[in-house]
């Protein structure tokens, strides 16, 4: 399927939406295994998804993700929560499209998003609150996550003087993170207009 | 792959179940094959249709996710039918009609102890590897193939994801729901025991041990208890009480109670333990107590991961190609 504007635009949404259901109660990695899953099922479709098909999917990938991740189940997002939207037919429509989802991806979730990473690279380097990025399937969640953490603490990118050593568990190389990190400075600095600020940019980016 | 077409079964012939969740044994209609079929009905306590059940969710994804493998339970198919109007899921796997218990009551000898827990501990390697923790090992939960002489892990029904990377501290772990109620009492680790919502693959690593101990006694290590209380006690009766030197935070979990703390087993030196503990698994050589006993270590963090215990002395001279 072609990944158009419009569809670009819809799955903005979607992921928006999803955070914003997620807050509060959801853990992180609840959200990024639903926003994966809805990448995962755009990418095997092969006919239009509908502005409509998408908002159904968005309540079925964060209903899926949260039946496998959470501990204690959302019953907040079902009474007269968001999951009843697909729930007050006598279809049964979120049972079929929880169905459907989960046979398209042949019953495969992925598991290990960056976010898994994220937090625990983040709190490595600082107790402080630190900004959340989206990720890409093109690198490995843990490379992702290092990278983001970095470009997000404004490490010394440009130099390459970071030090992966914290990271030493995760057994990746500065040149996987770099390959990132560089593709994110090339974006942020056509997004300013290639005004760059002298300071460091405020958010991590959105991969 | 099987469809749900190609599946039959008995009503009559339930091999296990666990509240609404029945076992059949079934044939596949074009093989013959027999197959066991899982059923989990949909148990929705408001009266209101909830989508797929939790737990078959999070069952068949880990089974995609683990099989096949030769020490892992081969995942055939899953789909739905009609049941009055309701779905009711089924899962398909490979039938196996022997389980480890039934096997550890014909005695084992040291040699298939050891062989087979060297094929326990390839699964549960297999199940890190792909960060699933399985959180109710025991000796019913691992099924036996008698033709191959192997074992095969089964029942994930309570597997979770675990955190990721591994070998983090606590405070990185995950959290889940304490103390896995539907799992076995006598294979639970203390830190089930003690309600911990912060634990992770080494949590597997405890029962594992539980069922070597089974295999070389040829009876249940820790009997159980009717609660998680008095299942410490039987524990510590064993091992000693734990301390904050062996185990630091151990007096702060939740469930840790001041009947514990009584209890007093006070076993001053390591070899102490390790005499309590050849006590009641006489039949384990030297290699294996210690083996035994880096799988029974209290501090979650310090016990011997499944990766490591391959390549434990125990099994140096064990015939790696005739597993």
């Given at each position: 399927m072609k990944f158009t504007k419009e569809l670009k635009d819809g799955r903005r949404g979607c992921i928006n939406w999803m955070l914003k259901k997620a807050e509060?109660?959801?853990?992180d990695s609840t959200v990024f295994m639903a926003i994966h899953m809805l990448d995962k099922y755009l990418s095997t479709v092969k006919e239009e998804v509908s502005v409509d098909k998408l908002k159904k999917l968005r309540v079925t990938c964060l209903s899926i993700s949260s039946k496998t991740?959470?501990?204690?189940?959302?019953?907040h997002l079902w009474d007269d929560g968001p999951f009843s939207l697909l729930d007050n037919?006598?279809?049964m429509s979120l049972h079929k499209m929880e169905s459907e989802v989960l046979e398209k991806l042949d019953w495969?979730?992925?598991?290990?998003?960056p976010w898994e990473f994220t937090d625990y690279c983040a709190t490595k380097l600082s107790s402080k609150d630190y900004d959340k990025g989206i990720n890409t399937i093109a690198h490995s969640p843990s490379v992702i996550a290092v990278a983001a953490v970095i470009v997000g603490f404004n490490l010394k990118i440009a130099d390459m003087q970071y030090d992966l050593e914290p990271f030493n568990?995760?057994?990746?190389?500065q040149g996987q993170v770099q390959s990132i990190v560089s593709e994110y400075q090339v974006e942020h600095a056509m997004s300013q207009g290639r005004q760059r600020?002298?300071?460091?940019?405020q958010r991590a980016p959105a991969f | 792959m099987f469809s749900g077409r190609e599946v039959e079964w008995d009503a009559?012939?339930?091999i296990w179940s666990w509240e609404k969740n029945i076992v059949y044994k079934g044939?596949?209609?074009?093989?013959g094959e027999d197959v066991a079929v899982k059923q989990i009905p949909y148990d929705s306590s408001k009266g209101k249709f909830e989508g797929i059940h939790p737990n078959l969710i999070r069952e068949v994804t880990i089974l995609r996710r683990l099989s096949?493998?030769?020490?892992i339970v081969q995942f055939h198919n899953t789909f739905c039918v009609n049941d009055n109007k309701r779905p009711l899921w089924n899962i398909v796997f490979e039938y196996l009609s022997c389980t480890l218990k039934q096997l550890i009551k014909q005695k084992l000898d040291p040699s298939n102890v050891k062989r087979l827990i060297y094929q326990i501990l390839s699964g549960v390697a297999h199940c890190h590897s792909h960060?699933?923790?399985?959180r109710n090992l025991n000796s019913e939960s691992i099924l036996f193939e008698e033709n191959s002489r192997r074992i095969k892990i089964a029942g994930f029904g309570l597997s979770r994801s675990c955190s990721i990377?591994?070998?983090?501290?606590?405070?990185f772990l995950k959290s889940y729901s304490?103390?896995?109620?539907?799992?076995?009492?006598?294979?639970?680790p203390p830190e089930f025991l003690l309600l911990s919502e912060n634990y992770s693959l080494s949590s597997d690593m405890w029962s594992v041990g539980c069922i070597f101990a089974e295999m070389a006694r040829g009876d249940v290590l820790f009997e159980a208890n009717s609660c998680s209380v008095s299942q410490l006690s039987e524990i510590f009766s064993v091992l000693g009480t734990p301390t904050e030197a062996d185990?630091?935070?151990?007096?702060?979990?939740?469930?840790?109670?001041e009947e514990l703390e009584a209890?007093?087993?006070?076993?001053?030196s390591k070899d102490l333990t390790l005499e309590a503990l050849k006590a009641k698994v006489?039949?384990?050589?030297v290699d294996g107590m210690d083996l035994l006993s880096q799988m029974l270590t209290y501090n979650p963090s310090e016990r011997i991961t499944a990766k490591k215990a391959l390549d434990h002395a125990y099994f140096k001279n064990l015939d790696k190609t005739e597993l």
């Open positions: 509060p109660g959801l853990r991740e959470e501990s204690n189940f959302p019953s037919t006598e279809d495969e979730l992925c598991w290990i998003t568990l995760l057994n990746i190389t600020r002298k300071g460091r940019p | 009559s012939n339930r044939k596949c209609k074009d093989t096949p493998h030769q020490y960060s699933v923790i399985h990377p591994f070998g983090v501290e606590e405070k304490p103390g896995v109620e539907a799992a076995d009492i006598s294979y639970q185990w630091a935070g151990v007096t702060s979990y939740i469930g840790w109670e209890l007093d087993y006070n076993f001053t006489p039949a384990l050589d």
